[in-house]
Structures are given as C-alpha cells and as structure tokens.
C-alpha cells in the first residue's frame, strides 16, 4: 500500500525535524532513513528536501554547517535548534489532535483506537 503525498504534504518539516532530534546529519543519509523507516514507500525529491532545509534554518529551527573532509567529500550537516525542538513539539501535538479528529470522522465518533 502506498501512501499519498496529500497526506504526507505538510507533514515534510516535521518528519525533518524529528529525524535531527536522534543527531546531526545531512541531507543523503537523511533521505535514505526516510526511505528506510517508510519501507521504502516514500522519499522527498532533493528539491524538496533542500527547500525544506532552507525554510527550517529561515525559521531558526535548525543550524547548518560543513563537516570535515577526512573521510572523503565535505557535507553540509544540519543540526535541530532548540527552537526546533520547541516546533517539532508542538507538530507532535497538533499530529496526535488531527489523528485524534480524523479517526473520529474516519472510522465514527465512538471508535477507540
């Protein structure tokens, strides 16, 4: 089954932001967990990624910086701030509250999941 962008869109800075809270990383090796932790249902265009980097680090949400060229090519790392932090908080709950309304209206009003 796959899942659609519609619902997934909107929800990009967010899978972002929870992906920097475990460390630093940069943008191959953070498509490459999106692509693991969805079963290989879902990546980001690198466009999308990148735009996505540039509005967070806009924000204040994460920090960028050039690691080291010892282990070959110079990667641009991101880093959560703890500004994102705060977002990235705040995004879970407003997850948890849409989930909680849509399975309301998905699966009925006195469905408990």
């Known amino acids: 089954m796959s899942i659609t962008s519609d619902l997934l869109r909107g929800n990009t800075d967010t899978v972002?932001?929870?992906l920097l809270e475990s460390g630093d990383s940069y943008?191959?090796?953070?498509?490459?967990?999106?692509?693991e932790y969805s079963g290989g249902?879902?990546?980001l265009k690198e466009a999308t990624l990148y735009c996505a980097f540039k509005r967070l680090e806009e924000s204040g949400d994460i920090e960028s910086y050039w690691g080291s060229?010892?282990?070959?090519?110079?990667?641009?790392?991101?880093r959560i701030?703890?500004?994102g932090k705060n977002?990235?908080?705040?995004?879970?709950?407003?997850?948890?509250?849409?989930?909680r309304?849509?399975?309301?209206?998905?699966?009925?009003?006195?469905?408990?999941?």
């Open 27 to 35: 943008g191959y090796e953070i498509n490459k967990s999106i692509k």
């Open 16 to 18: 972002l932001l929870a």
């Open 81 to 83: 701030t703890d500004r």
């Open 69 to 78: 060229e010892a282990g070959g090519a110079r990667r641009h790392y991101y």
């Open 101 to 113: 309304i849509l399975d309301r209206l998905i699966f009925g009003k006195d469905e408990q999941i």
């Open 41 to 43: 249902e879902f990546t």
């Open 87 to 99: 977002t990235l908080e705040r995004s879970r709950n407003d997850w948890s509250n849409a989930r």
